[in-house]
């Protein structure tokens, strides 16, 4: 038995909220996605990489593949509005078929797994600062303040798709199990600590949980859109 909760906000610094989300336990499918490229871009890509991943998911397509057709869409859509900037977008996407789960993502949106009382990233940001992290050139706590934190190496509508690194990871669903999609702008402001002590209130509904992670990030500053999809299973 699956709960999720959901919410996003555009946070206290900007005018549009460029993320997107989707939720669907009869599908078994998840997803956020995190759109850039200012004015009706961001937006457009992100709702575009949804649509895309949901529509082939229900097709059959494996979500790996699934991802990598919403880049060619994003790519073709902004080549025939013949924009001067190209859209992108991130995406972190969650499957759950029987008692396995598949995660893939693109860009610096994240994946956490609760387990035990532990908190765990499944995912490693397409970033800068964690290209600099992997080389020893600063340390975890040096990227949450480095000036080109929000830089990331890999983004769908944006990498060339001969170069587009697809990340998955696989692993098996048990009892009391969560995991947690959300966008840069939660991360951004809400620490692992904190999100750790927020998923550990087991009196609270998945619901609950992401309301409060998302009053945290505004608490925080709300400098970016807030998209959190926390996924429980019973």
Not at 133 to 151: C, D, F, K, L, Y
Not at 219 to 229: F, K, L, M, Q
């Amino acid at each position: 038995m699956i709960e999720f909760g959901h919410l996003t906000h555009v946070g206290l610094r900007r005018e549009l909220n460029e993320d997107s989300y989707y939720g669907d336990s009869e599908l078994g499918l998840w997803l956020v996605a995190d759109g850039m490229g200012g004015h009706e871009y961001g937006e457009v890509a992100s709702a575009l990489a949804r649509e895309t991943i949901v529509r082939e998911i229900r097709d059959g397509t494996p979500l790996t593949q699934a991802i990598r057709i919403a880049d060619e869409e994003i790519i073709r859509t902004s080549r025939q509005r013949r924009d001067a900037l190209p859209m992108g977008t991130t995406v972190v996407a969650t499957r759950i078929t029987g008692n396995r789960f598949e995660v893939a993502w693109v860009g610096d949106s994240r994946v956490y797994l609760w387990r035990n009382g532990q908190l765990v990233q499944l995912s490693k940001d397409h970033s800068y600062v964690q290209e600099l992290i992997a080389s020893g050139t600063i340390t975890q706590e040096q990227a949450r303040s480095h000036p080109h934190r929000n830089v990331v190496t890999q983004a769908l509508g944006v990498t060339d798709p001969r170069n587009l690194n697809v990340a998955t990871l696989s692993g098996e669903v048990f009892p009391g199990m969560q995991l947690l999609l959300c966008s840069d702008g939660l991360t951004e402001e809400v620490d692992d600590s904190e999100i750790a002590r927020v998923l550990g209130q087991q009196d609270c509904s998945a619901q609950e949980c992401v309301d409060t992670l998302v009053a945290a990030a505004l608490d925080g500053g709300g400098s970016d859109n807030i998209t959190a999809v926390l996924i429980r299973s019973h």
